[in-house]
C-alpha cells in the first residue's frame, strides 16, 4: 500500500518559518513529480510548489522568494522550508505524488498515479 504522509505543520507568528516534510512509502522504486498543494477555508485547493526526478522546480508567484522545495530520492521524501511566513499562508498543506513506480514482486514494477497525503496544518498568526 503505497502512502504520502507529511509532517512539520503547527502554528507560528508572521515573519517565522517551518519545514514540511512528505515521506512517501510502499516498495516505491522511484517517483516522478512531487508537490505541495494547500487549501484554506472555503478556498480551493492550490499548488504551491512542485518538483521534478531531476529536482527542476516550480513555486507559486505568491511563494517564490520564500518558500524552497527539495527532495532527496533515495528516502522518497519532499521537503518544502517556508519562510517569511504570511497570515495568508495559513491553510492545510498537502503533499502529492504524480506517478510512483512500484516494486512488483510477481512481475515488472507497476504504477501508482496521482496520490495524496492527508495534509499538514500550517497556522500563522498575524
Known amino acids: 500500500q503505497v502512502q504520502l504522509v507529511e509532517s512539520g505543520g503547527g502554528l507560528v507568528q508572521a515573519g517565522g518559518s517551518l519545514r514540511l516534510s512528505c515521506v512517501a512509502s510502499?516498495?516505491?522504486?522511484?517517483?516522478?513529480?512531487m508537490g505541495w498543494y494547500r487549501q484554506a477555508p472555503g478556498a480551493q485547493r492550490e499548488l504551491v510548489a512542485s518538483?521534478?526526478?531531476?529536482?527542476?522546480?516550480n513555486y507559486d508567484d505568491s511563494v517564490r522568494g520564500r518558500f524552497t522545495i527539495s527532495r532527496e530520492n533515495v528516502k522518497n521524501t519532499i521537503y518544502l522550508q517556508m519562510n517569511t511566513l504570511k497570515p495568508e499562508d495559513t491553510a492545510v498543506y498537502y503533499c502529492?505524488?504524480?506517478?510512483?513506480?512500484?516494486?512488483?514482486?510477481?512481475?515488472?514494477?507497476?504504477?501508482?498515479?496521482?496520490?495524496w497525503g492527508r495534509g499538514t496544518q500550517v497556522t500563522v498568526s498575524s
Open positions: 518538483i521534478a526526478a531531476d529536482g527542476s522546480t
Open positions: 502529492k505524488a504524480d506517478r510512483l513506480r512500484k516494486y512488483n514482486p510477481s512481475g515488472p514494477p507497476t504504477y501508482v498515479y496521482n496520490v
Open positions: 510502499g516498495s516505491i522504486l522511484s517517483i516522478n513529480t
